[in-house]
């Protein structure tokens, strides 16, 4: 339907930025403007009152109804309403600049999710609000979402940022892609350049936030020679490090995820020096952080047909996890704090999902189960039900 994307992204008007304080609702300036000043002065009294009694209502401490099984949805969307630069986006209203730019894509999914996160973030009741016009548009992107099937959070994440991703890409045409011989360059050029070329054909606040660019390098057991590839992750999926004895850590899953794996067999790559087929070991390392970076533990055997689930305890830092030892580059500050956990409990036949988020705005954290919102002390964020990490770059790392 390219004439109705059209006339939909002409006439989507330029909305006036979001107030400093979001329970300060235009509506209610009016009316206040328009009374007498003693009827003023007490509604203004009344006002700072019912501002704090709503403030935390809000503050995005709102929930979300379950619309039948959808508690899968549900989570995530708290864990990215309390990304606070995608929450800002969107209530800044600035993907609207980025929709006007764009006519090739059908833009109804991000301003939908941005909608529902201004809804979150401006609602002055305490009720849950319902995510079903949401659902109608990532259902609209993703067939695979329609009906009221319980799904798989991280695969619903992975679709959520694509579509988003999509309708505010920066890009209108996407280059050819040319294939280009960069093995005279060094590592670090051949990874900026690869960097550049990512971004030519994919350019928008999510990439922004969440992509980062993985290297990997293949070395021929023969004769030496390393090949390096580098490719862009929207997020990393851990496989759990099993342990005879104590806990597992996170930093245990990234290097088992990062150790040198050895292709031998069928898997036997072809080296570019000796011309054929050889043993090669093959190791990742991360060339580029993203600002937000979302680690997936693989708890389930499979995402689409779960025969098994490992509730092993990971344990993860909430704050200061420094991946320094996994980056190419040995000078990179790479350390994050944690700001929201998606969460499975249950069995792969029956389970819930809820979200652990540290509100951005008030730097405490709340759990977000379906409709209900309740404080909960930083102790209790981990937990074997941990699903989805999302960390944030420490501002110190970024440069
Ligand atoms: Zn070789």
Known sequence: MPSMRQSYTVTVPEDPPAPAFPFLKPDLRRKSSAMSGSVLVSTFVGLLINQAKNSKNAQGLVGLRNLGNTCFMNSILQCLSNTHDLRDYCLHNSHRRDLNNNSRANTALMEEFAKLTQTLWRSTSSDAVSPSEFKTQIQKYAPRFVGYNQ??????????????????????????????????????????????????????????????????????????????????????????????????????????????????????????????????????????????LVLHLKRFSEARVRTSKLSTFVNFPIRDLDLREFASENSTHAVYNLYAVSNHSGTTMGGHYTAYCRNPVLGEWYNFNDSRVTPMSSSQVRSSDAYVLFYELSTSSRM
């Open 151 to 292: 799904q798989d959070a991280q695969e619903f994440l992975r679709f959520l940022l694509d579509g988003l991703h999509n309708d505010v890409n920066r890009v209108t045409v996407r280059p050819r892609i040319q294939v280009q011989d960069f093995d005279h360059l060094s590592d670090d050029e051949k990874g900026k350049i690869m960097w550049s070329k990512y971004l030519e054909r994919e350019d928008s606040k999510v990439v922004d936030l969440f992509v980062g660019q993985l290297k990997s390098s293949l070395t021929c057991s023969d004769c030496g020679y390393c090949s390096t590839v580098f490719d862009p992750f929207w997020d990393l999926s851990l496989p759990i490090a099993k342990k005879s004895s104590g806990e597992v850590s996170l930093m245990d899953c990234i290097r088992l995820f990062t150790k040198e794996d050895v292709l031998d067999g069928d898997e036997k790559p072809t080296c570019y020096r000796c011309k054929s087929r050889r043993k090669c070991t093959k190791k990742f390392t991360i060339q580029k952080f993203p600002k937000i």
